[in-house]
């Protein structure tokens, strides 16, 4: 049922198994997940928070309550989620990236970078992650690093985010490649037509190469 889509159904499935069993620890997260996903949140929890009195070590039930948490802006809370799922699976690259994301929330960007590289080195890095990280290098003013970063989100990922290039972009006017910045703000232009912010870069750039017809 779970597999279908059907969750209602699944849901009733995972609670008579609970009635047969009330100490299967999986009934409990499977049933949780459920109830998070359909925005049942407080029964989410106490689903997750049985199974941990029932299996204390199962780090895949602290991953799941920490992304509840993190959905109910408990960012204290999933953080120490996380880092018990890490404690007790310490190979678990999706609890590292959970808890990056939330370290970037926080503003605790060195964490942030530790966690997401982590994550990457694992191999559990997904768009969100790498945008992530990038953001952080960027407050950092790592610079070649953030453009590592979207250049993978941009060619990996095949993103159409405009976004993605004016940020790229904006890199490399930093580094005074106006070439390079020119090539992505056109890019951003074609995936979102007449956006001012861009419009405003690129004239810039051609401002400083003294193609003032182009600014214009």
């Known amino acids: 049922h779970e597999k279908m889509g059907n969750d209602q159904l699944a849901i009733t499935d995972y609670s008579s198994a609970i009635k047969i069993n009330p100490d299967f620890a999986d009934s409990h997260i499977s049933r949780g997940r459920l109830y998070s996903k359909t925005n049942q949140d407080q029964l989410a929890l106490t689903d997750f928070t049985k199974a941990i009195t029932l299996d204390v070590k199962n780090a895949e039930v602290y991953y799941q309550r920490g ?27 999706k609890a590292y990236a959970e808890r990056g994301k939330v370290e970037a929330d926080q503003k605790k960007y060195d964490l942030a970078i530790g966690d997401l590289s982590k994550a990457v080195t694992l191999n559990a890095a997904d768009e969100e992650v790498y945008r992530v990280r990038a953001m952080c290098f960027t407050v950092q003013g790592k610079n070649e690093e953030a453009i590592a970063d979207y250049s993978t989100i941009i060619n990996i990922y ?45 004239g810039n750039c051609y401002y400083v190469q003294g193609k003032t017809k182009f600014m214009s």
Do not use: C, H, W
């Open 67 to 93: 992304l509840l948490y993190r959905k109910m802006k408990k960012e204290y809370e999933a953080l120490a989620d996380f880092g018990n799922a890490i404690k007790y699976d310490p190979n678990m690259g």
């Open 158 to 202: 095949k993103s159409n985010d405009s976004e993605m290039y004016r940020l790229r972009g904006d890199l490399f006017t930093k580094q005074k490649n106006y070439p390079a910045a020119i090539k992505d703000y056109t890019k951003a232009l074609t995936l979102k037509k007449d956006d001012v912010a861009v419009l405003l870069s690129r």
